[in-house]
């Protein structure tokens, strides 16, 4: 029997205030029925609602007994080793796995009883900090954008009347199978 050290597993747990990842879909400003942001100056503009929060979040449910949001903060704890998603490494089986059991057998189980035992991968923790986040997307007309993060929490990214984008991508026509796509540019949006 080991004995568990409370000091350390205390020093490890997280003690602020951000428990998840937050996305546009959770901001006050997002209409989750046009799709638009209240705070971009261009309607037209379409949001993803699953992209990562801009430095103007505003939660649409908020605690009344919770500290303000600091945007800062939030990145930090995202950056943490507290705050780490993970993947499955499918290249590796570490073992068998059925309803409510794994073993650790490399997998032989799932290879002889292959409609009982499922295999089990190796999980890996995604390097998911400032420097690693995913893109934005935001949408106008028949054309998908997708913008660098670090423009995109700034609201940068649509400025003089144009958005400045990372890859664009279109269909030629409805019908068409082949995507268009252009690198590194600006769209003026009229």
């Known amino acids: 029997m080991t004995a568990i050290d409370s000091d350390l597993m205390q020093?490890?747990?997280?003690?602020?205030?951000y428990a998840r990842r937050y996305t546009c879909a959770d901001c006050r400003?997002?209409?989750?029925?046009?799709?638009?942001?209240?705070?971009?100056?261009?309607?037209?503009?379409k949001i993803n609602g699953a992209n990562n929060i801009c430095?103007?979040?505003d939660a649409r449910i908020k605690n009344p007994s919770a500290p303000p949001f600091n945007f800062d903060d939030y990145l930090e704890f995202l950056g943490s080793d507290y705050y780490r998603p993970y993947g499955i490494n499918r290249d590796k089986i570490i073992g068998?796995?059925?309803?409510?059991?794994?073993?650790a057998d490399g997998g032989k189980l799932a290879q002889k009883f292959p409609k009982i035992y499922s295999p089990f991968y190796e999980t890996v923790d995604k390097p998911y900090c400032r420097a690693n986040f995913p893109r934005c997307y935001v949408y106008y007309d028949k054309y998908t954008f997708e913008i660098d993060y670090r423009l995109y929490r700034e609201l940068e990214f649509y400025r003089n009347g144009a958005i400045y984008y990372v890859e664009k991508r279109w269909l030629e026509t409805e019908r068409a199978r082949k995507v268009k796509r252009e690198f590194n540019g600006m769209e003026a949006v009229g």
């Open 96 to 103: 068998s796995a059925k309803l409510c059991e794994v073993v």
């Open 29 to 45: 400003h997002f209409n989750r029925e046009s799709k638009t942001c209240a705070m971009l100056a261009n309607p037209a503009i």
């Open 55 to 57: 430095r103007l979040f």
């Open 11 to 17: 020093s490890l747990e997280y003690d602020g205030q």
